[in-house]
């Protein structure tokens, strides 16, 4: 039985979790590790989701075989997206939170296939999809219980071109006062540009989000995917300290 929950996590006390779009290397990995205060819930992606095939794909085999690694070195929980059930088999050994992405939230044969493991899931706004048909989703991970559930408002697609997508705090609104799910905010996909991600963040809590995933990079000039909505240490550091100043 997975020991994570995320119960202790609200809009006081909230979740952050942090790292690159994509794993590129062990060093990039290990100097957000090394990182003093940076948050045990990290994210990086391994097999990516692009929206053209000649983008970047994600390292792969490669990237499990550097989260293997950093395992033996330090204590973290490790979150990435999993698009496929076929995934489990590689993915499964070094997961602790899976992440169902945008792009996946309509796949119900993934969502019933995660619902028969007991690692906590993500579930990401279909960019598309109406808060009723992504709680509708939701359902499909019932026997995970509402403590190993996070719902992740990461902005949908309107008619306003001058952010990646809108982001609907309302969504996040409606959520905490009618349902008992926990929610957190992904800024950076959200708007798709670095200097508005702590803004936004903040908005999201203050509206009640539980939480925020954002993209973190040593040095985001240098990101092989997202770097335009990517955040440096520092800048993620001075954020989360508005959150969480005693850390
Ligand atoms: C991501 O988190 O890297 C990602 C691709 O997110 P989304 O599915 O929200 O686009
Ligand atoms: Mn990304």
């Known amino acids: 039985m997975s020991k994570i929950s995320f119960k ?9 979790i942090a790292g690159p779009c994509s ?6 990995m290990k ?20 929206s053209n095939p000649d983008s970047f794909q994600g390292l792969g085999d490669k990237a499990i075989e550097i989260i293997s690694e950093l395992k033996k070195e330090f204590t973290f929980n490790f979150v990435t997206e999993i698009s496929d059930p076929r995934q489990i ?7 602790d939170v899976y992440q169902v992405g945008t792009r996946n939230m309509y796949n119900y044969e993934l969502l019933k296939e995660l619902n028969t493991h007991d690692t906590p899931v993500i579930l ?21 219980g509402v403590d190993r559930i996070l ?22 609104i409606y959520l905490k006062q009618n349902t008992n799910f926990k929610v957190i905010v992904d800024p950076s996909h959200a708007l798709g540009v670095a200097r508005m991600v702590t803004p936004a963040t903040k908005a999201a809590i203050a509206a009640g989000s539980d939480g925020a995933i954002i993209e973190v990079h040593p040095n985001p000039e240098m990101a092989m995917s997202d770097g335009a909505q990517t955040i440096n240490i520092q800048d993620f550091l001075s954020l989360q300290k508005e959150f969480l100043p005693n850390l």
């Open 23 to 28: 794993i590129e290397s062990y060093d990039q």
């Open 31 to 50: 100097t957000l590790l090394s990182t003093q205060n940076f948050p045990s819930f990290i994210r990086g992606g391994i097999y990516k989701m692009r």
């Open 89 to 95: 088999e590689k993915l499964g050994p070094i997961t």
């Open 124 to 144: 990401k706004r279909g960019f598309s999809a109406t808060v009723k048909e992504w709680v509708g989703a939701a359902g499909y991970l019932s026997n995970l």
């Open 151 to 172: 719902l992740c408002e990461r902005g949908i697609r309107t008619f306003e071109t001058t952010q990646r997508n809108t982001l609907d705090i309302g969504s996040i």
């Open 8 to 16: 202790s996590f609200n809009n006081t006390n909230p979740l952050f």
